[in-house]
């Protein structure tokens, strides 16, 4: 009998072991803001005028937004005079791109004319946030940032601390649009049916943070003992058990998981259907659309189809659904290429550590998600980032710069792409996960 069983037996007493961008809410009023807490400690980041963010994303302008910049009078100004600034989309309004792929006022010196020319605040709420993501936690802020930007992934800059008055600017700008209060709001569901208080869900968060930190062991040992006390929570209730209760149940469990967690060697490979199902959510994940990178998908529904069908498959060489993309065989990206560096191992732990810290991966960050849902789609990027690292690795990159693109490629639809919460995508992520295959991905992809 495992120690996990054990320790579930001896507490059956306690508890019962049953048989985008930014948010979008609208308010019109706030008084005070929440404060801004747990900053990500180390994480660093300053603008640094790489200008991927211009040249990538389809930025959304509010009524209000869409009026300061008319006020802005750029048609009076040299090279505007018949430009349109801002255009309509699918979802709304959205800023213009010229015909290279750039933002309307993207300057030759890779900085927002907008910005240069009225300041900060009178650019459009998306850009003044961005990389930061703001997540509402009970009664605070919590701040992760995306790793899509090439600056995050660097960890260049001030410390996030540094960043406070303007992360406090942020949070009332968000707030100012709600339509009730951000403390109002409550915590994620830990899954259906099953709900706690803020505190008790970072009592959660917390623990696996805890193991998270644990640099006795591989990062990929640490997530798969991540998966474990997972897989015991989602199992149990915790009606009555709460508070400190709670908190000696997961330092209990956290033990527990820790001797019975096996060595990579020792787990099975995983699944032909967990494969497959893997490789349906890289594709989602090597897709990009618009911007300098480009890839194929954009240019025919038939092409979409097609590369799906070879990603269900498996076999041939992985259509270029990224420009960066090179010629590698679905093959080449299932023979591993070494051990993960030190460097890269650290890139990924800060990035683990931000995601959960921030609890960027459930709520509305995250499609709504429920806690341990968005848990499980959050370790299943790991598995993601490093067959992605293999594919770049086969091309002409070194393992921590294939390391750091996979990353930004990852990360530049997590939470983001609508493609991870439509058709068959959520029903995917639940079947890997109940069928054990996350902790399988992981240590087959480690």
């Not at 990538?56 to 600034?85: C, D, F, H, K």
């Not at 709304?92 to 900060?120: E, M, W």
């Not at 995250?366 to 299943?380: A, K, P, V």
């Not at 991870?420 to 054990?436: C, E, I, K, V």
Request: with cysteine; charged share 20%.
């Amino acid at each position: 009998m495992s120690r996990i069983r054990k320790t579930i037996i001896c507490m059956e007493s306690s508890f019962q072991v049953p048989p985008r961008f930014i948010l979008f809410w609208q308010r019109k009023h706030v008084d005070m803001p929440m404060p801004v807490r747990s900053l990500p400690m180390l994480q660093n980041w300053d603008c640094q005028s790489c200008s991927d963010c211009c040249r990538t994303y389809s930025v959304p302008v509010t009524a209000a937004e869409r009026a300061i910049i008319a006020q802005q009078n750029w048609s009076a100004v040299p090279g505007y005079e018949t430009l349109e600034t801002v255009t309509a989309g699918l979802d709304g309004y959205q800023l213009a791109h010229t015909p290279d792929g750039a933002c309307v006022f993207l300057g030759s010196d890779n900085r927002c004319k907008i910005h240069a020319k009225f300041g900060a605040a009178a650019k459009p709420k998306a850009c003044r946030i961005y990389p930061f993501v703001m997540v509402p936690a009970g009664d605070h802020w919590r701040v992760g940032i995306r790793f899509a930007c090439p600056t995050a992934i660097a960890n260049t800059g001030r410390k996030m601390s540094a960043h406070a008055t303007e992360l406090a600017e942020f949070a009332g700008l968000l707030e100012a649009d709600t339509t009730r209060s951000t403390a109002e709001l409550p915590a994620p569901a830990l899954q259906p049916g099953q709900s706690v208080s803020w505190p008790d869900l970072l009592r959660f968060n917390a623990a696996l943070l805890t193991i998270l930190n644990d640099v006795a062991y591989p990062l990929e040992r640490r997530l798969r003992q991540i998966v474990a006390l997972a897989d015991v929570c989602k199992k149990s209730r915790f009606d009555a058990v709460q508070g400190p209760r709670l908190k000696e149940f997961l330092d209990v469990m956290t033990a527990a998981t820790q001797d019975d967690v096996p060595s990579a060697s020792a787990v099975p490979k995983p699944s032909w259907v967990g494969r497959m199902l893997f490789r349906q959510l890289t594709a989602i994940y090597c897709r990009k659309d618009n911007g300098p990178d480009t890839g194929i998908a954009s240019q025919s529904r038939w092409i979409r189809i097609r590369s799906a069908w070879q990603f269900a498959r498996g076999t041939g060489t992985i259509p270029k659904l990224h420009a960066k993309i090179p010629t590698v065989t679905f093959a080449d990206a299932d023979e591993p290429t070494g051990p993960i560096t030190p460097e890269a191992e650290a890139l990924l732990l800060r990035y683990f550590q931000v995601k959960f810290e921030s609890l960027q991966f459930c709520g509305p960050t995250n499609f709504h998600r429920h806690y341990w849902e968005g848990l499980d789609s959050l370790l299943m990027t790991f598995p993601a980032i490093q067959w992605l690292a293999r594919v770049f690795a086969r091309g002409s990159l070194d393992p921590l710069n294939a390391t750091k693109l996979a990353l930004r490629l990852v990360d530049d639809s997590y939470g983001y792409n609508k493609l991870l919460d439509a058709g068959r995508q959520p029903w995917a992520m639940r079947t890997l996960a109940d069928r054990g295959e996350v902790a399988k991905l992981i240590a087959w992809y480690a």
